[in-house]
């Protein structure tokens, strides 16, 4: 069966390694178009794509108009030569020092969503992914029995009351407009509910693993919040986060509107990890600091991935260990 991928976000931490994951198929019939504004990357990250015929790229904004427009006639175009057309928006304002950013986490999470959305719907493609976050889970990131899960009770009661928590509220929005396109029969599609994805090669590396990484390699040591001493997260290579994306868009009977968690159940604090990136770098006496600490940062983030795991073959395959060498290799050749 032939597909054509309309990607947004396409050069981000997930569109490329999605981009990559594509070409890679067996059977080869493929084709991807794909945009990025370069707001928070750039064209390197696909380089090794460029020439392949398979993979069109534009510099488009989700947000201009006149740009979408093209790209939907571009897919409503190309779209007879190919079995299934099929929307992924990873296009997102996500980084922490963005999302504080009310208007732009709205125009681009929000309302860019919506009309990709809309687009996708009107040029007739068969189904729509949507990036979701585990951040809407807020201060309730696990439950009594372990990992949340995707039917436990939301609640913003305790959620921090800054510009924050926009980015969740917005993401969360964008789960019901998905939900409401599925149950009016209009696409088929689901949100993905994503723990902290990181990856080897970060254009801008801003996640955790790369910052103490570069700190303790530039300088020497790495300053951790408060909240790092026990505060546990689970860490989900970009390889396993983009093969839950195609194990979703492959599987029809999974995209009914609602939303799946994809994680790992390997958890680990902050502090173990920042000493665990050491010990991996030959640093036997890691210098350590602690400053400041953030009031609404949940204990843990632990999802349960049963969901995901009884509907599609989808299973991640990349563990922390194998992960943190990969990036560690990575990082120290720059
Ligand atoms: N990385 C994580 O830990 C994580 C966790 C949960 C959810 N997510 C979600 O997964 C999706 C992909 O995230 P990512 O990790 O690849 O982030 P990323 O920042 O690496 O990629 C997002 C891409 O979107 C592009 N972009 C931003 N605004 C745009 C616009 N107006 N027009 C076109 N392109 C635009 C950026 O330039 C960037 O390349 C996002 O929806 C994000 O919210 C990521």
């Known amino acids: 069966m ?33 945009f990025d504004n370069f ?48 929307y992924i928006n990873c296009a997102a304002v996500v980084h922490t020092e963005h999302f504080y950013h009310v208007y732009d986490t709205f125009e681009t999470n929000v309302s860019g969503m919506n009309d990709f959305l809309q687009q996708a719907i009107r040029v007739g493609a068969e189904k729509y992914i949507n990036c979701s976050t585990s951040e809407v889970y807020s201060m309730h990131s696990w439950n009594e029995s372990g990992g949340v899960r995707e039917d436990d009770f ?8 800054s510009q924050r928590t926009s980015y969740a509220v917005g993401k969360l929005m964008t789960e019901f407009f998905m939900r409401d396109a599925v149950d009016t029969g209009k696409i088929k599609g689901c949100s993905i509910r994503f723990a902290n994805v990181y990856s080897r090669n970060e254009r801008f590396p801003k996640h955790i693993i790369p910052f103490i990484i570069n700190s303790f390699r530039d300088n020497g040591k790495v300053v951790l919040l408060e909240n790092s001493r026990k505060n546990r997260r689970t860490f989900l290579n970009n390889y396993d986060s983009c093969s839950a994306v195609l194990a979703l868009a492959d599987t029809d009977s999974a995209l009914d509107g609602t939303v799946y968690n994809v994680a790992t159940d390997e958890e680990i604090s902050i502090l173990d990890l920042a000493k665990l990136c050491a010990a991996k770098m030959g640093i036997t006496n890691p210098v350590i600091e602690f400053e400041g600490y953030r009031e609404s940062d949940p204990e843990r983030r632990l999802l349960s991935t049963e969901k995901i795991t009884a509907r599609t073959s989808w299973k991640p395959v990349v563990d922390l260990n194998k992960g943190l060498d990969e990036c560690i290799a990575n990082y120290l050749s720059r």
């Open 39 to 86: 707001f928070a990357s750039s064209v390197e990250t696909v380089k090794d794509c460029i020439g392949d015929a398979r993979f069109e790229f534009f510099e488009y904004d989700l947000n201009n108009k006149v740009q979408m427009e093209y790209f939907g006639k571009m897919v409503a175009d190309q779209k007879q030569a190919y079995d299934e057309v099929i």
């Open 2 to 34: 032939s597909k054509l991928y309309a990607i947004s976000g396409v050069t981000g931490m997930t569109g490329n390694e999605l981009v990559r994951q594509i070409l890679a198929k067996k059977d080869g019939n493929d084709h991807i178009l794909g």
């Open 154 to 161: 939301l609640t913003m009661a305790d959620a921090e009351h």
